[in-house]
């Protein structure tokens, strides 16, 4: 298992200047990978940003030399249509060749509802949108003149003129079983999060080697990739309270469940502050900080991707690439 281990750029949390500059430190810091979330809306609206991820990858894609770039994760099926990903992203690996890899999850309300104004799908229906996306993602960067009629979405004689050699790999996030098989038919990586039961893990990664056995694929060739979410920092009480902020990821999915507005969203996670470390390693300890990390390597997973809560993250990145990084590097060897 070769490791790579990445920073999660919290387009949520900072504006595209901002965020560039911590991208750009990762990369120096020694970092492999950055990742990017896709917002339309942020899960605070006092304090939250939401740059347009396409937008900000190409600059990213010019200010970086080699880290791989991400998105963790970007819905193709509602406020994008798949043709215009599937564009979009063979820009990006022009730019950036064998550095882009497109990541796609199903979504969420606060993201796709008020900016397209269209009724919120139920889980299955959006499971099947994403399989016919990146299914016509796939055609059209395989092809010319493609036409494609689909249950949700058609084109007619499409073509992308702009793509690298090399298609961009389709990493697939998944929180459940159903889109886990999916992640194994069709994906050539695997997202997900760190900070739930640990069960929940076997079984996503059970259902991933299921759906690629079913499809006749080799799972062992799907890039396993966990978005771990730590807060580590010199002053232990910093690093504690540093995860308010992201207290809207502690919630209950049954919680957060169809929440299009952020002033709710907020209103809920501030009501809840107090679960907000739970989500996350927290520790001023390089070596536990290490020792919890490695839990995830130890169920399969072999990229992984850091996402710091604090409001500082330079001086997040400063110390975790001085006491933390070096020993995950050796443990790695």
């Known amino acids: 298992m070769t490791m790579r281990f990445g920073y999660k750029a919290s387009a949520e949390q900072f504006g595209p200047r901002e965020l560039l500059d911590f991208s750009v430190l990762a990369e120096q810091s020694g970092l492999d990978s950055v990742a990017?979330?896709?917002?339309?809306?942020?899960?605070?609206?006092?304090?939250?940003?939401?740059?347009?991820?396409?937008?900000?990858?190409?600059?990213?894609?010019?200010?970086?030399?080699?880290?791989?770039?991400?998105?963790?994760?970007?819905?193709?099926?509602?406020?994008?249509?798949?043709?215009?990903?599937?564009?979009?992203?063979?820009?990006?690996?022009?730019?950036?060749?064998?550095?882009?890899?497109?990541?796609?999850?199903?979504?969420?309300?606060?993201?796709?509802?008020?900016?397209?104004?269209?009724?919120?799908?139920?889980?299955?229906?959006?499971?099947?949108?994403?399989?016919?996306?990146?299914?016509?993602?796939?055609?059209?960067?395989?092809?010319?003149?493609?036409?494609?009629?689909?249950?949700?979405?058609?084109?007619?004689?499409?073509?992308?003129?702009?793509?690298?050699?090399?298609?961009?790999?389709?990493?697939?996030?998944?929180?459940?079983?159903?889109?886990?098989?999916?992640?194994?038919?069709?994906?050539?990586?695997?997202?997900?999060?760190?900070?739930?039961?640990?069960?929940?893990?076997?079984?996503?990664?059970?259902?991933?080697?299921?759906?690629?056995?079913?499809?006749?694929?080799?799972?062992?060739?799907?890039v396993r990739t966990m978005e771990v979410k730590v807060s580590y920092d010199h002053d232990a009480d910093y690093a504690l309270h540093a995860c308010e902020w992201w207290a809207a990821l502690a919630l209950t999915p049954d919680e957060k469940s169809g929440i299009e507005d952020p002033i709710e969203m907020e209103r809920l996670a501030d009501a809840h502050a107090d679960r907000a470390h739970t989500r996350f390693i927290v520790t001023n300890d390089p070596q536990e900080c290490v020792e919890k990390i490695w839990w995830y390597v130890d169920q399969g997973f072999e990229h992984l991707v850091f996402h710091a809560p604090g409001s500082d993250q330079r001086r997040f990145l400063e110390q975790f690439s001085a006491d933390v990084l070096p020993l995950l590097r050796e443990r790695a060897r």
């Open 36 to 222: 990017v979330s896709d917002h339309f809306q942020p899960w605070r609206h006092k304090t939250g940003h939401a740059p347009n991820s396409l937008v900000w990858l190409g600059a990213l894609a010019q200010a970086t030399e080699r880290v791989q770039l991400l998105t963790s994760v970007l819905t193709p099926t509602m406020r994008y249509h798949p043709s215009i990903v599937a564009q979009s992203f063979g820009t990006l690996g022009c730019l950036a060749p064998g550095r882009v890899i497109l990541g796609v999850g199903t979504g969420e309300a606060m993201n796709e509802t008020p900016a397209t104004a269209a009724d919120w799908p139920g889980a299955k229906e959006r499971r099947l949108r994403m399989a016919e996306a990146i299914s016509l993602i796939q055609e059209l960067w395989a092809g010319e003149r493609v036409t494609f009629e689909g249950e949700y979405y058609r084109t007619d004689k499409a073509t992308i003129y702009d793509k690298p050699e090399q298609p961009v790999p389709i990493y697939v996030a998944a929180s459940g079983p159903l889109a886990a098989k999916l992640v194994g038919r069709v994906g050539d990586g695997f997202i997900t999060t760190s900070g739930k039961k640990p069960e929940l893990y076997a079984e996503l990664l059970e259902n991933v080697a299921a759906g690629a056995e079913a499809a006749g694929r080799d799972s062992s060739s799907i």
